[in-house]
């Protein structure tokens, strides 16, 4: 069974700081691997899809990046700030159109 | 806008008082679902949707049921619901074509008492 993991469960950084979230998963068969922002309460927001055949993706001071045969992504955030504190969640397919299997995220807080 | 609607957003109820909670999407997407998100549980998929009429349990799908009449909406059914059931819930749409990338309704917090 697919197990989705993210280290560290929280990190605390000042705000310019360069910073990398974790995530492993047990079964390197994924479909794709999508990275999501949480704020407190509210609901997910899509950062960043990498298909199973790439590498990496970026999207402005993001880059997530995939190695699927060691079970292994990171998101790279550049220069940090305030606005970036959140909780983000790691999630991988399977196959394609079955369940998002989610680690349970890294809370980031990035002070000013 | 592209986006996947919840309503309510908010709801406090009484055990066994049965309830639904209603999702809709306007991106045409096939493929639609429901997860609860539970403290040091994570996020958990009740239910599923490939297309009209064509739902699947998911990994906790006990206690709920779901309907898909038409493609734009799936909602969620608590015939009877349970202090149990206290949870965030989240509704998710994609296409069943490449990349299947899932977009998330802001969520519903529903409190059992």
């Known amino acids: 069974k697919q197990e989705v993991t993210q280290i560290p469960a929280a990190l605390s950084v000042p705000e310019g700081e360069n910073l990398v979230l974790n995530c492993s998963f047990t079964?390197?068969?994924?479909?794709?691997l999508q990275w999501f922002r949480q704020d407190p309460g509210k609901g997910l927001t899509s950062l960043l899809l990498?298909?199973?055949?790439?590498r990496e993706q970026t999207s402005g001071r993001l880059n997530a990046s995939l190695d699927k045969s060691s079970g292994r992504s990171t998101l790279y955030i550049a220069a940090s700030q305030p606005g970036d504190s959140a909780t983000y969640l790691c999630?991988?397919?399977?196959?394609?159109?079955?369940?998002?299997?989610f680690g349970k995220g890294t809370t980031l807080s990035v002070s000013s | 806008e592209a986006q996947v609607t919840q309503n309510p957003r908010y709801l406090i109820t009484v055990t066994g008082k049965k309830l639904t909670v209603t999702c809709s999407q306007n991106m045409n997407h096939e493929y639609m679902s429901w997860y609860r998100q539970d403290p040091g549980l994570g996020l958990r998929q009740i239910y599923y949707?490939?297309?009209?009429?064509?739902?699947d349990k998911g990994d906790v799908p006990e206690g709920y049921k779901v309907s898909r009449k038409e493609k734009r909406n799936f909602p969620l059914i608590l015939e009877s619901p349970s202090p149990n059931q206290t949870s965030l819930y989240f509704c998710?749409?994609?296409?069943?074509?490449?990349?299947?990338?899932?977009?998330f309704g802001p969520g519903t917090r529903l409190t059992v008492t």
């Open positions: 079964d390197s068969a994924i479909y794709n």
């Open positions: 949707s490939m297309n009209v009429e064509v739902t």
């Open positions: 999630a991988v397919v399977g196959q394609a159109g079955t369940a998002l299997i």
């Open positions: 990498i298909q199973s055949s790439q």
């Open positions: 998710a749409s994609s296409l069943t074509k490449n990349p299947y990338e899932q977009y």
